[in-house]
């Protein structure tokens, strides 16, 4: 059983399209974060939550909006995607903010 | 600006040697440090953590040593294993003021057979 699972795994998309990246853990966790790994391969968080109340919104685009409908999703919207937003997309959880994380697999956005 | 700091992208060792990879960070107020192991195509996958009150914590072939004064950690890996091929990423954190995590650029670790 996937504890963390993203879909989809691959996304390729053309500039100023809007895309959805969905996110969901089955490990009871009250945590959950989205990451940006750029093509320096840099880790950086984006979003983090805690039962579905947002706690760190880092500088990022107001074009990428978290959505958590419940604990155990976590989902990321994109507007309006540019050149700029090829990367590959992490989400994962923990059971609160002191503890290491599980990480899904990843989706490579692709932008033409 | 980048907290966390991996400053060897890549690492070849021969089986049944040792693996040592290093981080370095910026922030004194770290005082809980973990390593992840990342093999291609896959999320980071947690391998081991260290608080400050401690120096050094082993758990099998992992041991991670933490020298606050330097604000260096260290990852032993021994005796390395052609399975530990992957990237290691260190990662950092205060406890208890929020879910922040920084993340290293990862090292890329070759066990050669």
């Known amino acids: 059983d996937t504890a963390v699972s993203q879909t989809p795994k691959y996304l390729v998309t053309q500039m100023g399209n809007d895309k959805s990246i969905k996110c969901e853990q089955n490990?009871?966790?009250?945590?959950m974060y989205w990451y940006k790994q750029d093509s320096k391969k840099f880790l950086k968080i984006m979003f983090s939550?805690?039962?579905?109340?947002?706690?760190i919104n880092e500088t990022v685009p107001n074009r990428f909006s978290p959505k958590s409908p419940d604990k155990a999703h976590l989902n990321l919207h994109i507007n309006s995607l540019e050149l700029g937003d090829s990367a590959v997309y992490f989400c994962?959880?923990?059971?609160?903010?002191?503890?290491?994380?599980?990480f899904g697999d990843g989706t490579r956005l692709s932008i033409l | 600006d980048q907290q966390v700091k991996q400053n060897s992208p890549s690492l070849s060792v021969q089986e049944g040697r040792i693996s040592i990879l290093n981080c370095d960070y910026t922030?004194?107020?770290?005082?809980?440090f973990l390593w992840y192991k990342k093999y291609p195509a896959e999320g980071p996958t947690f391998l081991i953590s260290?608080?400050?009150?401690?120096d050094k914590n082993e758990d099998g072939r992992f041991t991670v040593f933490l020298n606050k004064s330097a604000k260096h950690l260290s990852l032993h890996i021994v005796p390395s294993q052609p399975g530990d091929s992957a990237v290691y990423f260190c990662?950092?954190?205060?406890?208890?003021?929020?879910?922040?995590?920084?993340f290293g650029t990862g090292t890329s670790l070759t066990v050669i057979p």
């Open positions: 260290i608080s400050s009150i401690k």
């Open positions: 490990l009871g966790h009250d945590t």
């Open positions: 990662a950092a954190s205060e406890l208890n003021t929020g879910n922040q995590f920084y």
């Open positions: 994962a959880s923990s059971q609160d903010g002191n503890q290491p994380q599980h």
């Open positions: 922030n004194s107020m770290f005082d809980y």
């Open positions: 939550y805690n039962n579905k109340e947002l706690i």
